[in-house]
T-cell receptor, first 110, second 111 residues
Framework: DQQVKQNSPSLSVQEGRISILNCDYT??????FLWYKKYPAEGPTFLIS?????DKNEDGRFTVFLNKSAKHLSLHIVPSQPGDSAVYFC?????????FGTGTSLTVIP | ETGVTQTPRHLVMGMTNKKSLKCEQH?????MYWYKQSAKKPLELMFV???????ENNSVPSRFSPECPNSSHLFLHLHTLQPEDSALYLC??????????FGSGTQLSVL
């Protein structure tokens, strides 16, 4: 049973606009939520994370929002740049167990 | 460069072959992981080692055999694999269950 879900396999956004990637989870025991970015032929690289006790974390153009009551988190990228085009994975962790979604492929159109 | 190095980057093997995937981390982390990524599926955790001791084995078939000789090195020994085992195999490390640092992966094709 998949504990972390990304229901949008792909997203296209115009350069300069906001990209919003969504993720849902089922396990209320998760401690941390993370976003990873993956380019073809490379491993995922860490982007940003948020503790379960917070509802927002910001790092430059990237902001992650956590809604615990809805078991939902989102990643906002603003302004979007062509170099942001990649697959984005949502992940959640408890202890040493990390659970990943299936990814959302973001295309930023110049 | 994430500090986690995997070799080889690509591997093609027959179902009767024996091969090994290698992972080395230069970050001083205390946990190492093997993940499998198949097309259109989430990353699947295979094995976790904390301080060289295996702590998780997520019902992985015995044709996959991990080895962790020390905190910096992790191997995945492969034998008599099936075509459905073709996937990207990712190694990762972490410190105290914080974020994972991934290697570039080994793209495995089983013929």
């Amino acid at each position: 049973d998949q504990q972390v879900k990304q229901n949008s396999p792909s997203l296209s956004v115009q350069e300069g606009r906001i990209s919003i990637l969504n993720c849902d989870y089922t396990n209320s025991m998760f401690d941390y939520f993370l976003w990873y970015k993956k380019y073809p032929a490379e491993g995922p690289t860490f982007l940003i994370s948020i503790s379960s006790i917070k509802d927002k974390n910001e790092d430059g153009r990237f902001t992650v929002f956590l809604n615990k009551s809805a078991k939902h988190l989102s990643l906002h990228i603003v302004p979007s740049q062509p170099g942001d085009s990649a697959v984005y994975f949502c992940a959640a962790s408890t202890g040493n167990q990390f659970y990943f979604g299936t990814g959302t492929s973001l295309t930023v159109i110049p | 460069e994430t500090g986690v190095t995997q070799t080889p980057r690509h591997l093609v093997m027959g179902m009767t072959n024996k091969k090994s995937l290698k992972c080395e981390q230069h970050l001083g982390h205390n946990a190492m992981y093997w993940y499998k990524q198949s097309a259109k599926k989430p990353l699947e955790l295979m094995f976790v080692y904390n301080f060289k001791e295996q702590t998780e084995n997520n019902s992985v078939p015995s044709r996959f055999s991990p080895e962790c000789p020390n905190s910096s090195h992790l191997f995945l020994h492969l034998h008599t694999l099936q075509p459905e085992d073709s996937a990207l195999y990712l190694c990762a490390s972490s410190q105290d269950n914080e974020k994972l640092f991934f290697g570039s992966g080994t793209q495995l094709s089983v013929l």
